[in-house]
Structures are given as C-alpha cells and as structure tokens.
C-alpha cells in the first residue's frame, strides 16, 4: 500500500470521526434543549396551578396577568395577591409537582410585600450553603415590587434532565467507545506500518553487511586458488588476513542478530557472579584502540567511583559497553574523542559516554532504545549497521536491575548514562 493511499485512509478516518462525533454531540444538546423546553413547560403549568390554588385558598377572585415568570434556566416567580404559610406553600407545590412527573430537588421563597421581608420555607439540604438559591436571596436579592411574590428554584435541574436522557447519555457512551476503538486501530496500523518500515531497512541493511564480507571473502579465495600466488608470499599472507578480518567482521553481525534473537524468544540465562566494571571496561577499550589511532582519536577513562563491584554476567555487560563505546566512534566524522566516567550514584555505579560525534536530533531521541530504529540523515544512513545496539544495551542493563539513558545531547556529541547498582 503506498504512502498517498494510506495517508488518505487515515484523512477520511479522522474526517469520519470527527462528522460521527458532531453529530452526536448536536443531536445530543437538541435533545437537551428539548427536555428543557418540556420541563419548563411543565414547571409553567404546575406553578400556574399553584397561583390559582393559593388564590382559591386566600379566597381572591381577582385576576393576576402571567403570574408564572422564568427568571433564569432554573428560577420561576409567581406573583400572587396576598402571602401564604410557608408549610401550606410547600405542600401544594409538592403535590402539584408530583402530579407532573417534576421529581427533583427544589426550594422556594416568599416576599411580603407589605413588611419588605422574605419568608423562607422549607429547602432542600444542599452540600454546600453558597449553592442555595435561599442564601443567595437573603444576601443579595432585594425585591421592590409591590406585590407579593413567592420563587421557586431548581438547583440540580441540568441532572434531573440528564438522567431523563438515558437513550442519548447510552448512545453518546457507546458512540465514543467506538470511535476510540477506530482511532486505537488507525494508532496500530500506523505503528505497524512503522514497524514493517523499520524491519524492511533492517533487512536491507542486515543483506548489505552480511554481504559485503562474503564477497571480500569470495574474492580473495578466488585470488588464493591461482597458480601465481605462491611465488608472492607477501600477497599471500595479505589476502589470508583479509579472509581473516572479514570472517571476524561476518561473525560480529551475526552474533549480534542472534543476541536479539535470544532476547525475543525470552530464553536468555543470565550467567551472574561478581564483575568488577572498570576491569571490564578497560578490556572492552582494548578492542578499540587500533579503531581510534588510526582514526587520530582517543578514549579516556575517569574512574572516579572508589567502588566498581557489581553482580551481573560479564558477557552481556561487555556487550552493552562494546555497543555504547563502538556508536560513540562510528558516529563521530573527525578524530574521535570518548570519555568514559565513572562516579556513585543512589547505591550504585553511573558510568558516562560522552563522545564528540554528530549528535542525536531531538526527534529521533525518544526512539532510540527501540529495537531496529536507526537515526537517518534524510534518506540515507550515513553509517551501516542493524539498529540493535541501544535496544540491547537497555534490555541488558533492565535485566541487572539498571538502566541506561541519553543523559545530555547537544549537535557537538552526546552523553550516554549507564546505572547499576551495586554488590549488595
């Protein structure tokens, strides 16, 4: 599938996701809006009744023009012509609320008109006194009207009308576990790709260093099996050491292959005694010192930490310091410089790489330790290799109950960051 194809699934994906989502949200607030509109509907008609009973009770026959007013999305007034009992008030409410289906919290209030004052019924218990509507009268609110009044207010109305909404709160639910469903598989196929992207550079890399030696090889048996080559010795002792160094090379790729390959199938044993680590990283920088004079560059050591003693399997620990020490020379383009430091730490051993090599781009810092992940320059990979080397020297360091970090990066080099603990 090409790059075009898959970036216009992924477009009309999200586009579908988010119409899906607009969607529901809008028919989501239409329905709201509608049971708001049939609540207040319904609070009208209770409270119109409400007047007309407390008219009938104080025995007025006079007519009150709209009596019923919405103050705000949960407040109602209702002028009446003369106060009533607070508990009288109260009672009528509730029954005439009950009679339509209004089954929610609710308080009230009363203004006497003729004494300028409020009498408070009985109100709902609330968690917290700054959400009454009452405290929110009795301390701000001053009616100047000259007819009597009583208010009704609904502190948990958006709720009760939430809860009305069962079908559409079950829709939206399962609406959006659906969407992020799609969305985690677009995720995966994204990461799939990403991976299959990955595996088929590490393919071409892994044919690339496995056959390079083989041809080397090839060749110089090709040259060894002439007839001429015995009479130059010199030629033949050069092509017997290229034999040599390319088999070395071709046994050096694949063991680090077959290192992964131990690693994935979980089935690695750990050979563990007590390894004292500035005597391993000093034969570990042996192998390196032909690589780094013939390249102008050097390795020095700094071990400062008066306690180097850790138990872990030599092996794999050399392995790790191998890698860290072999990308710090590779990747660096003029003469290279490594210094490796040692220091306590929390109960444990740091041992620092620091090199002078081109540095690791903030985009690619997070990927590092990931198995087959290779930093490129565009297109290209400036320096061959399979992408296995930080991803082992992290599984290795997690399994000594370490671990191991990009502690600083700038353009000018970076700074690897080993911890373990030690011998306890």
Known sequence: MSQKTIRLIILFAAISLLGIGGFQLFWVNKAFNLESKQFDERVFVALSNVARTVQRVNQDTSDVYAPVQQISSNFYIVSTNDTLHPFLLENILTKEFENRNIKTDFEFVIYDCFTDSIVFGKNVPLEKDDKSFINFASKNERWTESTHYFGVFFPEKSSYIISAMDFWVFSTVFIFIVMLFFS??????????????????????????????????????????????????????????????????????????????????????????????????????????????????EIITKFISANALVVGDAFHLGNVFFNLIDNAIKYSKDSPQVIIETSVENNGIKIQFKDNGIGIPEKDQKNIFEKFYRVTTGDLHDVKGFGLGLNYAATMTKLHNGFIKLKKNTPNGSIFSVFLPFKQ
């Open 184 to 297: 985690y598989t677009i995720w995966v196929i994204m990461k799939q790709k990403r991976i299959a992207e990955i595996k088929t550079d590490f393919i071409n890399n892994m044919t690339h260093e496995l056959k390079t030696p083989i041809s080397t090889i090839s060749l110089s048996i090709d040259v060894l099996g002439s007839d001429t080559i015995l009479e130059n010795p010199e030629r033949l002792k050069t092509y017997a050491r290229i034999i040599k160094e390319e088999n070395n090379r071709l046994k050096t790729q694949v063991e680090k292959v077959l290192q992964m390959a131990s690693l994935e199938s979980s089935n690695i044993t750990l050979e563990k005694k007590d390894v004292d680590l500035h005597q391993l990283l000093t034969n570990t920088i042996r192998s390196f010192e032909l690589i780094s004079k013939n390249r102008n560059g």
